[in-house]
């Protein structure tokens, strides 16, 4: 099956688990374009984003994620389409998209000495709905840093603290652009828990990001973006279940296995060997394991070790766009 889509919005309107017009989308993006100069950084994007969503922006550099994000924010002018944010264009409504709105940029600049509880009052100061700075604290785990300064926290806790300031006005939608960019893998999976808090809360998250587990992991729906384009939407498991990707088995028996008898098993499309272990690629790996036990247990053949291996969001990006998403 092709995944590649046209930019037809009604057409996108119907991919992915949420439906999409049924309630007013607190993220309307249709027809989006932007060009910098003779570069098309946005070429027609269009989606929309639900309430209580967590919605995925997954692209490599340079594929027009933030460029995409900062129009929504009302930091860039757009060169052609319509674009939404709480039912009001950032265009021409700049201060009501502001007070719904919550964002994190991709670095955050604080004063070096100032504290964590102290920025956070501050920032709340300029908006009429605040957000209890307590339960922020405990949201983003910085409790126990309430009183330190910003320039002692950690990579992550600075990331973390940015997340919290994103929502010191109880915003209605919450734009993260690559929040775990330059983190370590334990600083990335906190913000990770943070990111699945905010969704347990209700918050509406679009998150742009260029690390395939985070999309998976993280977000109800995801669009693929290359190149300015949208040319993939839907949930995780929708877009690895479209792709052409197939599952690996792969074990290991007490005595050898004729590859020709492992190849002529049903649902078996491909076997190899190396070290002593079976590789063999299925399009219904279900189907494929139970023929597999069944002749394992006939033939009183033993098996050492059995691995099951799902294609993942990578294959499909590999598979649309024919490189991997960092190259
Ligand atoms: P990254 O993850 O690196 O931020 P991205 O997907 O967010 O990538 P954008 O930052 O939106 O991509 O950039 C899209 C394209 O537009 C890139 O080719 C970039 O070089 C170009 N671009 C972005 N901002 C400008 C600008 N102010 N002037 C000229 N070109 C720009």
Redesign the pocket.
């Known amino acids: 099956m092709n995944l590649t889509l046209s930019g037809n919005l009604t057409e996108i309107a119907t991919q992915g688990t949420a439906p999409l017009f049924s309630a007013p989308a607190l993220i309307v993006v249709r027809d989006l374009l932007k060009r910098?100069g003779d570069?098309t950084?946005v070429a027609g994007i269009s989606f929309a984003v639900q309430r209580g969503e967590v919605f995925g922006l997954l692209?490599p550099?340079?594929?027009?994620?933030?460029?995409t994000v900062e129009i929504l924010e009302g930091l860039r002018a757009r060169d052609g389409g319509e674009v939404t944010v709480c039912s009001f264009d950032p265009a021409t409504s700049a201060a009501d998209v502001k007070r719904r709105l919550g964002v994190t940029l991709q670095a955050t600049a604080l004063p070096d000495k100032i504290q964590v509880r102290e920025a956070l009052a501050l920032f709340a100061r300029f908006y009429p709905r605040q957000a209890d700075i307590a339960q922020l604290l405990k949201l983003v785990a910085l409790e126990e840093k309430a009183r330190s300064q910003f320039d002692t926290l950690s990579g992550g806790q600075q990331q973390r603290l940015a997340i919290a300031l994103a929502l010191v006005n109880d915003p209605d939608v919450v734009i993260l652009d690559?929040p775990t960019t330059g983190l370590d893998a334990q600083a990335r999976r906190e913000l990770h828990q943070v990111i699945l808090d905010l969704k347990r809360a209700g918050k509406t998250v679009l998150l742009?990001t260029?690390y395939i587990e985070e999309a998976e992991r993280l977000c109800d729906r995801v669009a693929i973006i290359d190149h300015g384009k949208i040319i993939a939407l839907g949930s995780p498991r929708e877009l690895i279940a479209q792709s052409r990707g197939q599952s690996r088995i792969e074990l290991r028996t007490t005595e050898p296995v004729p590859l020709r008898v492992l190849r002529q098993l049903p649902f078996i499309e491909s076997v190899t060997e190396s070290g002593g272990v079976y590789s063999l690629r299925s399009v219904d790996v279900s189907r494929a394991l139970i023929a597999l036990v069944k002749w394992l247990e006939v033939e009183q053949r033993e098996l050492e070790d059995l691995h099951v291996t799902r294609p993942t969001l990578e294959d499909t990006f590999i598979e649309l766009t024919g490189k991997r998403i960092r190259e």
């Open positions: 910098y570069l950084a692209g550099n340079g594929a027009g994620k933030t460029t690559e742009t260029h």
